[in-house]
Nanobody, 126 residues
Framework: QVQLVESGGGSVQSGGSLRLACAASGYTTSMYLMGWFRQAPGKEREGVAAITRDGSTTYADSVKGRFTISRDNAKNTLYLQMNSLKPEDTAMYYC????????????????????WGQGTEVTVSS
């Protein structure tokens, strides 16, 4: 089993920055793929960024150039650096992990992830 706990959410003004972290515990050596998803009020959850164990990444078009995903395998921690935040980034942010190898086209599919955190809330005001 793997447990994921997010932190770092909060309220910021438009243009500000936040750094989210996701601490993993348990059988973490099995985690090949980790990702960040978000769900805004009244909307479906969507993929934001994903990263493999060897550092390959992908980003949603809406966050490219503003967000950076990274992971510290030694510390079993996933990060999401969010810069130039916009009101439309307001959402609950979730981290997720998968212990399987997937083609990159599937990295934003929720079904490939075995484990999910409880989420951390991000609010961006204009």
């Amino acid at each position: 089993q793997v447990q994921l706990v997010e932190s770092g959410g909060g309220s910021v003004q438009s243009g500000g920055s936040l750094r989210l972290a996701c601490a993993a515990s348990g059988y973490t050596t099995s985690m090949y793929l980790m990702g960040w998803f978000r769900q805004a009020p009244g909307k479906e959850r969507e993929g934001v960024a994903a990263i493999t164990r060897d550092g390959s990444t992908t980003y949603a078009d809406s966050v490219k150039g503003r967000f950076t995903i990274s992971r510290d395998n030694a510390k079993n921690t996933l990060y999401l650096q969010m810069n130039s935040l916009k009101p439309e980034d307001t959402a609950m942010y979730y981290c997720a992990a998968s212990n399987s190898v997937w083609d990159s086209v599937r990295w934003f599919r929720e079904s490939v992830y075995n484990y999910w955190g409880q989420g951390t809330e991000v609010t961006v005001s204009s």
